[in-house]
């Protein structure tokens, strides 16, 4: 067993040494060093394996690539990944399920706690030498008591209730597949209908895939139906929400503030309206990136690509196109 691997997503240096250190014996691996597609469509038509952390991986470059036998996601998000063309081409397409669970939960209560208390805001107007103490109290929440609203229901989402079990606070969820009650009860979570879930969120955090339902579902339409003055949290995908009508939805006041990880086109506009709103607080689609989780993401890679080659079956929660019989 010799893959020939090609990782299509730049990577930093520290990075790479774990990616190096914790290579298995006979496999071989290509890095991409550039975002450009012209040096993708070079380094797939010599890979076994394609690997990358939210690069698109097209159609095109699926049918360029003969030897391409297994697609392994960095994480879990397959929506810059032709799943068709994969599928068509017999490409098995698997992901690290879980494996950035933790990081990602973790991130999402920091965006909670630092939307509430304007964060960024207060460490600006010290930089600039002012005191702003008391127009803070004007605009900053506590989290204590507040209805936390989560839609979508995963890994995810799960360790997002369970840290939040410390802080008083009323959670709520919606999710295509409702938990048993036995579940329910230990993260002491309530399951109610979209529009309820809207209604009854002071904090509204998004942990769902992105799929043509869910593409724009938090939209003008959507904004309208949740309390005024409440908080949205995206550590999802940007593409769950209209951009447009957010900003249009904090500058009325309908919604209070905002949290974001993700954004509809990454990187954003440096001129993007979002990023120079004092109600925002945005960080660049990093929630999972946190450099003592890379050893555990990486070696769930290569163990996915070992059983593959080894014709050993993956775990069903990382199958996504599953192999040819």
């Not at 070079?42 to 159609?59: C, K, P, Q, S």
């Not at 109290?137 to 799960?158: E, M, P, Q, S, W």
Request: aromatic share 6%; glycine share 8%; charged share 20%.
């Amino acid at each position: 067993m010799q893959p020939h691997i090609a990782f299509l997503t730049p990577m930093a240096a520290p990075t790479l040494e774990v990616i190096h250190r914790l290579k298995p014996e006979g496999f071989t691996i290509a890095f991409a060093k550039t975002n450009e597609q012209s040096e993708h469509l070079e380094m797939v038509r010599h890979a076994d394996v394609l690997m990358a952390a939210g690069t698109f991986i097209t159609a095109e470059m699926i049918a360029q690539a003969p030897r391409l036998k297994l697609i392994q996601k960095w994480g879990i998000g397959v929506d810059k990944i032709d799943l068709e063309a994969a599928k068509g081409a017999g490409v098995t397409v698997a992901i690290t399920a879980g494996a950035t669970s933790i990081p990602v939960s973790e991130h999402t209560l920091m965006l909670i706690l630092a939307t509430s208390r304007r964060l960024p805001l207060a460490h600006r107007s010290l930089q600039e030498g002012k005191w702003i103490a008391s127009e803070l109290r004007t605009v900053c929440a506590k989290l204590d008591g507040k209805t936390v609203g989560l839609f979508g229901f995963g890994n995810i989402a799960r360790f997002v209730a369970k840290r939040l079990g410390g802080f008083d606070v009323n959670i709520i969820y919606h999710s295509r597949t409702r938990l048993g009650p036995a579940i329910e009860k230990q993260l002491n979570v309530q399951y109610v209908d979209f529009d309820t879930l809207l209604s009854q969120s002071d904090i509204l955090s998004l942990h769902a895939p992105l799929t043509e339902q869910t593409k724009h579902l938090f939209n003008a339409q959507t904004f309208g139906k949740m309390k005024r003055g409440a908080m949205l949290i995206n550590t999802a995908r940007g593409e769950l929400i209209d951009e447009t009508a957010l900003v249009d939805a904090l500058r009325s006041g309908q919604l209070s503030s905002a949290g974001l990880d993700t954004f509809e086109g990454e990187p954003p506009r440096a001129d993007h309206p979002l990023l120079h709103m004092d109600q925002v607080v945005a960080t660049p689609h990093s929630a999972g990136g946190v450099y003592d989780n890379v050893p555990h993401i990486v070696g769930h890679m290569y163990r996915n690509i070992e059983l593959y080659f080894n014709k050993q079956a993956l775990d069903a929660a990382d199958l996504i196109v599953a192999p040819p019989r």
